[in-house]
């Protein structure tokens, strides 16, 4: 970063560290044991659309990958025009989703198509309320997203979920960065 960027007041980006998928099964332990919320089994991969054929290329790769699991990745396009890659698995195989998840983020990557990537989500359930642990890659954290209705969110429950999470998670510290998903695919 040189002076003019500080003197302006810009930063850089923190790259997207993807291993960071790696630390949920153990922060799903925390939750369950905690708060009783069991993973669903389902999370999925945002992303913008790049135009160009490379992307195109990439896009057809990823499709034909997506074909050969005999259904478990879907694709979503969202009201906002950004593109959700949906995985679902047996929910007490929430290692085989983020492996998943991680392999469809790392194509993308490699493909030079990191700075496309929005978020990653994996859903969890106590029963009665739906959580979202959202990755954003462009903060290199987490946050916790609890819906309740078309437009509404629990935030005292996002709060509680943070304060249980702190040690197996790099919570995104910015509440207003804690940006609503509503209606996501696999939430």
């Known amino acids: 970063m040189g002076l003019l960027d500080i003197l302006l007041g810009r930063s850089k980006a923190v790259p997207p560290n993807l291993d960071q998928l790696f630390s949920l099964p153990s922060a ?3 939750l369950e044991t905690a708060a009783g919320y069991r993973a669903t089994g389902s999370g999925s991969v945002c992303f913008k659309t790049a135009e160009g054929g490379g992307f195109s290329a990439l896009r057809e790769e990823v499709d034909k990958l997506l074909a050969l699991d ?3 990745f879907t694709s979503h396009t969202d009201a906002y025009g950004f593109t959700w890659l949906v995985r679902q698995t047996s929910a007490d195989d ?10 469809v ?8 198509f990191g700075s496309a990537l929005l978020c990653t989500l994996v859903a969890f359930t106590d029963g009665t309320k739906s959580l979202g642990l959202v990755y954003l890659y462009k903060r290199g954290s987490w946050y916790p997203f ?11 429950v996002e709060l509680q979920i943070k304060s249980l999470l702190t040690t197996d998670l790099n919570l995104e510290p910015d509440l207003a960065r804690w940006f609503p998903i509503y209606n996501a695919p696999g939430l």
């Open 28 to 30: 799903a332990i925390t």
């Open 70 to 72: 005999n259904g478990k």
């Open 94 to 103: 929430l290692e085989g989703l983020v492996t998943d998840l991680h392999a």
């Open 105 to 112: 983020n790392t194509s993308l990557v490699d493909a030079g």
């Open 146 to 156: 609890v819906p309740t209705g078309p437009d509404r969110r629990d935030n005292t």
